[in-house]
């Protein structure tokens, strides 16, 4: 899901959505992910509003957040973060220099009995809500910000 605008970002320096559309379809190109802008099209740019509106037009979809380690630090910023983990499951993602604090973060630590073991995994999206697991994948430095300043730079 590519955001036409988050919310916590300054849109300066931001590639147009349709460039990060374009992009985002040229690395995910996969049968099983469809890249999306759909927020353009429910009017939403909170999550908490955009997962709202997705299960009253999806009703018998189970929804699983994906988000990096960084934004489950975050989260506790986000507009009505609670009521996304009472809603979806939510899935996170090992990033470089992100883990340990995420793990030790007010999101980790309030749901910490919700947390399910990487071996249940598999039926996270069946579990009765809150429900969040941490994927210790192989770690991928990439960063949008590095790749803003590196194209800003020239390089
Ligand atoms: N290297 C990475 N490893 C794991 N997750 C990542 C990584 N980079 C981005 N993500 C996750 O992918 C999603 C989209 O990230 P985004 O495109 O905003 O990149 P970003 O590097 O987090 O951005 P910025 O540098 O602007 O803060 C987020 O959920 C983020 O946590
Ligand atoms: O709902 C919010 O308050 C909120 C605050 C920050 C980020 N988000 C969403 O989190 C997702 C990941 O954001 P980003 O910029 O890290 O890719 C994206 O869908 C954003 O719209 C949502």
């Keep these: 899901m590519v955001s036409p605008?988050?919310?916590l970002k300054p849109a300066s320096g931001m590639a147009s959505l349709r460039e990060r559309l374009a992009e985002a379809r040229a690395v995910?190109?996969?049968?099983r992910i469809e890249v999306t802008a759909?927020?353009?099209e429910l009017h939403t740019r909170f999550t908490a509003d955009t997962l709202a509106?997705?299960?009253r037009r999806f009703p018998k979809t189970r929804f699983v957040w994906l988000m990096g380690a960084d934004n489950l630090r975050q989260i506790p910023r986000w507009k009505l973060w609670t009521r996304?983990?009472?809603s979806v499951a939510v899935a996170v993602f090992a990033r470089?220099?992100?883990s340990l604090?995420?793990?030790s973060g007010q999101a980790a630590?309030?749901?910490t009995r919700r947390r399910v073991s990487v071996s249940g995994v598999k039926g996270l999206a069946r579990r009765r809500r809150p429900a969040w697991a941490f994927l210790r994948n192989p770690l991928h430095p990439a960063s949008a910000t590095a790749i803003r300043l590196a194209r800003a730079s020239g390089s």
Excluded: M
């Design 28 to 31: 995910a190109a996969h049968p």
């Design 84 to 86: 996304i983990f009472d």
């Design 53 to 55: 509106k997705l299960q």
């Design 96 to 98: 470089p220099t992100y």
């Design 109 to 111: 630590r309030r749901y």
């Design 5 to 7: 605008q988050n919310p």
């Design 38 to 40: 759909i927020e353009t």
């Design 101 to 103: 604090s995420a793990l």
